[in-house]
């Protein structure tokens, strides 16, 4: 694989299955992005409110053919035209990630194509330039999704600090969490969201754990206090109303602690460009309350569209062209990690 790496345009074929959507995207030089499929697996695992893992990778192996072919029809190419195949090869399900990249190594093998690893993680980073092309250096970026909620200074493509992260539940997690509790679909976030509107934020008084003198963060407390308020008023679970100020007091909690964590790094490290991604920075009352915060302290804020929020492969195709381009090309030895830190 590795003697092929001047091959052809530089288009990257990205493929992402780390968690429960499969998903292939083709993307030019880094961030033009001719196709960019999801298919998403929120009907299987829905009715056990979370991800079945097992469920999840057999479906990547049903589909991740098919998103293929469908993201390199997109874009009126063939797997002969790509400069390279970019896979994310963890932090993630196993199982999952399995399939994305004996996929990746497969095709690549038999089409002589370069592979390259990319981190979940710095998918996330990296969706922020697939609207913003040119950000600045240093930036704050804060990755809030269901499986990970950690903030970074980024210094340059591949060098990331991580300042903090959370100690427990991610803030998509504590999403899901209570929706499951308030009997909500999954994935809870896009559902709390939309009743939190309707809501009134200062019913309940929800803890904020702020966790001092670091950029920690902490979720697992606020979802017990959500328990406790469920459970103390269980006659009432059923009543609209009581689940509106519930998601909209939850969420106004959550918000309020994402916020602030960011606001006090940007003081404290003097960095005024913030990029947010992951799952929960979809979330109306977070990019308003970011937006007032980052207009407030002047600071300049790149918000990814709703599409590039969630996982998605372009965000693994734009972070792989840097790496295609530095020559961090895979072996065919290249196993996924479940845990894999940035
Ligand atoms: O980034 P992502 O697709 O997958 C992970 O890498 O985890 O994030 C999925 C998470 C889920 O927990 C989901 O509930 C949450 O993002 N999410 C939201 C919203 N849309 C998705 N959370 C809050 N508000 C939303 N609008
Ligand atoms: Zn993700």
């Known amino acids: 694989m590795e003697g092929a790496k001047n091959i052809g345009s530089e288009l990257i074929l990205g493929i ?15 961030k033009k992005i001719l196709s960019n499929i999801v298919s998403s697996q929120s009907d299987i695992h829905k009715k ?15 589909m991740i053919w098919p998103v293929v072919d469908e993201a390199l029809n997109a874009a009126a190419i063939t797997l002969d035209d790509i400069a390279a195949i970019a896979v994310c090869h963890g932090p993630g ?46 930036f704050l970026s804060l990755i809030a999704s269901g499986g990970h909620t950690s903030l970074y200074i980024v210094n340059d493509f591949g060098q990331y600090m991580e300042l903090g992260r959370t100690r427990d539940d991610a803030a998509g997690e504590a999403y899901d969490k209570v929706a499951k509790l308030l009997g909500l679909a999954y994935p809870g976030g896009p559902v709390i969201d939309n009743l939190a509107l309707e809501g009134n934020p200062k019913a309940f008084d929800f803890p904020r754990a702020y966790v001092p003198e670091s950029f920690d963060f902490s979720f697992s407390g606020l979802k017990t206090a959500v328990k406790s308020a469920v459970s103390r008023q269980s006659q009432a679970a059923g009543d609209a109303e009581f689940i509106k100020d519930i998601a909209a007091s939850f969420q106004s909690a959550v918000v309020d ?24 920075s979809a979330n109306s009352e977070l990019r308003k309350r970011f937006k007032e915060m980052a207009e407030e302290r ?27 381009k530095a020559g961090n090309i895979a072996g065919i030895d290249l196993n996924p990690k479940a845990y894999l830190p940035l």
Do not use: Q
């Open 257 to 280: 602690v994402l916020v602030r964590k960011v606001e006090w790094a940007i003081v404290k490290k003097g960095i005024k460009r913030v990029t947010l991604s992951g799952g929960v």
């Open 48 to 62: 056990y409110g979370g991800i079945v893992p097992e469920l999840a990778s057999r479906r990547h192996i049903e």
């Open 93 to 138: 399900l196993i199982g999952s990630l399995l399939v994305g990249c004996g996929f990746a190594k497969a095709a690549a093998y038999a089409k002589n194509k370069p592979v390259v690893a990319v981190n979940h993680l710095e998918g996330h980073i990296f969706s922020a330039f697939l609207d913003h092309e040119n950000i600045e250096f240093p």
């Open 16 to 30: 992402d299955t780390s968690c429960d959507d499969t998903s292939a995207a083709v993307v030019a030089e880094g």
């Open 298 to 324: 002047e600071v300049e804020l790149f918000l990814p569209s709703i599409s590039f929020c969630t996982d998605n492969a372009a965000m693994i195709a734009a972070a792989g062209y840097h790496h295609f």
